[in-house]
């Protein structure tokens, strides 16, 4: 035990000595970088078997015992949809115990107003209009914005929208019934839920195109690690 220690605490000399030689700053902890490319994959199979559930698959030839097509596409619909519910209840009690940007996607703060000058000038960086970057640790406030309202809270609305609709083939008797089965109450007709499930899916769709392309966009521009970051979990800010 006192070797281990003894260890870990010249590993953290070494880590704040490469920090202060390459101004390097440790962000994301193991667990988050961990959730978000699960995360990604997730989203990557909800993605493309939402879409073949939503608009059907080609009739295969041969007898219908013989093609499970659509089972598969629904089977691995719903594994991915129970990996996102698990990862997202994982993510909130990341926010709880991680560092201040863990908690970064569950809150925008409107009432700073700071907030408001620092996301205008990065609206101003991605139109062109501003040459100078903002030396954000964590998410600038446009990219905070973004996540809050189109990945924290289209995911939550996914999880409660997509669990009543499997409620409708699992039975009223089911937990899943009985937790989400309130959907009903404001959508009487089901299909009205499908329909608002598909448009959150095509939000995500939008938001994970920007992420990306915001993502490639500041860790060219901006001259600080942006794609290595949720690999090492070290941000890098360079000359």
């Known amino acids: 035990m006192p070797q281990a220690a003894t260890t870990r605490i010249a590993n953290d000399a070494a880590r ?4 202060v030689e390459r ?3 440790y962000l994301y902890e ?9 995360n ?3 989203i990557l199979v909800l993605g493309i078997t ?8 080609e009739a295969t030839p041969g007898e219908a015992s013989d093609n499970f097509l659509f089972g598969y596409l629904r089977f691995a619909h719903f594994s991915a949809g129970y990996v996102l519910t698990a990862g997202f209840l994982l993510r909130i009690y990341l926010a709880l115990v991680g560092n201040s940007h863990a908690r970064q996607i569950f809150y925008v703060p409107l009432w700073r107003r700071c907030f408001w000058s620092e996301l205008w000038h990065a609206v101003r960086r991605y139109a062109f209009l501003a040459a100078k970057p903002e030396k954000h640790v964590g998410h600038n406030p446009l990219a905070q914005l973004a996540m809050f309202f ?3 809270l289209t995911t939550a609305f996914m999880i409660v929208t997509g669990f009543a609709l499997y409620a409708q083939g699992s039975g009223n008797d ?3 019934y009985k937790l989400f089965g309130w959907v009903f109450a404001i959508w009487p007709n089901s299909q009205d839920v499908h329909t608002w499930h598909r448009l959150g899916m095509w939000v995500i769709v939008c938001f ?3 992420h990306v392309y915001a993502v490639i966009w500041e860790d060219v521009m901006s001259r600080r690690s942006i794609i290595s970051s949720m690999i090492s979990g070290e941000r890098e800010f360079r000359d």
Not at 16 to 19: A, E, P, Q
Request: aromatic fraction near 16%; charged fraction near 15%; glycine fraction near 8%.
């Open 50 to 57: 939402g879409y073949f559930i939503g608009t059907g698959t």
């Open 174 to 176: 089911s937990w899943q």
């Open 208 to 210: 994970a195109l920007l």
């Open 23 to 25: 101004d390097v700053v």
């Open 30 to 38: 193991a667990p988050m970088r961990l959730w978000h490319w699960v």
């Open 40 to 42: 990604a994959a997730a």
């Open 150 to 152: 189109m990945f924290t």
């Open 16 to 19: 704040r000595d490469r920090s």
